[in-house]
């Protein structure tokens, strides 16, 4: 996924498009896709953003982005002999409110208009160990046990794609520290990673017309 991520920029900056938006006007865009984690971890899920912004310029705007994303991430098995119960898998959903810039390779001939951009702001991460029962050793025992864990994090983000018309296809990359995964008794049993790769497509309405005279 980085691989892509890679060539979409080198894509971006290689081309050499004559568009623009409309300088002063406002924008709404909602977005969906699949979130991936990195190759070396075991697991993936699905995101939405919301997202206002102002064009500041015939090229540039800023924004606020509202997302979220709901990843399901392997771990170790790990059975305790106690309890008789296996970790099987960790469920994490990390939320976040952003302040974005984007700049866009158009200068008014055309509604298609390739982007790169970025944010940064605060997220907060939710995390759920869950496990499995696979014997018990005392019957009035729940049939399994959820650990749920919050922890506010500084979030950033980058990101590059394309518009056209009122439609958008982008790739971004969520970064987010790895906060720690507790059991119910509070005590650490692992990490839990939540940087993120997102592809999303969506929509926005308003932001003016993608062709200008000027």
Do not use: C, H
């Not at 102002?54 to 994303?69: C, D």
């Not at 099987?88 to 982007?115: C, E, M, Q, R």
């Amino acid at each position: 996924m980085k691989k892509i991520l890679l060539l979409l920029f080198i894509v971006v900056f290689n081309l050499n498009y004559n568009y623009a938006q409309e300088k002063g006007k406002l924008r709404v865009g909602l977005d969906f896709g699949y979130a991936s984690l990195n190759e070396e971890d075991d697991g993936g899920g699905f995101v939405f953003y919301f997202e206002t912004k102002y064009n500041i310029s015939k090229q540039m705007n800023v924004g606020v982005r509202y997302g979220g994303a709901f990843l399901a991430k392997a771990t170790e098995n790990v059975t305790n002999q106690t309890s008789g119960r296996l970790r099987f898998f960790d469920v994490g959903i990390n939320s976040s409110i952003l302040g974005t810039f984007d700049y866009y390779f158009n200068k008014g001939n055309s509604s298609f208009a390739p982007f790169i951009g970025g944010g940064i702001g605060a997220g907060f991460v939710t995390n759920t160990a869950i496990d499995v029962k696979i014997f018990d050793s005392d019957e009035d025992e729940d049939d399994s046990e959820n650990n749920i864990d919050g922890e506010t994090t500084i979030s950033g983000m980058l990101r590059a794609g394309v518009e056209w018309s009122k439609f958008r296809l982008s790739l971004d990359y969520n970064l987010t520290p790895d906060t720690a995964l507790e059991n119910l008794t509070e005590k650490r049993i692992g990490t839990s990673k939540n940087s993120y790769l997102g592809i999303t497509i969506g929509f926005y309405l308003g932001g003016g017309k993608w062709k200008t005279n000027s």
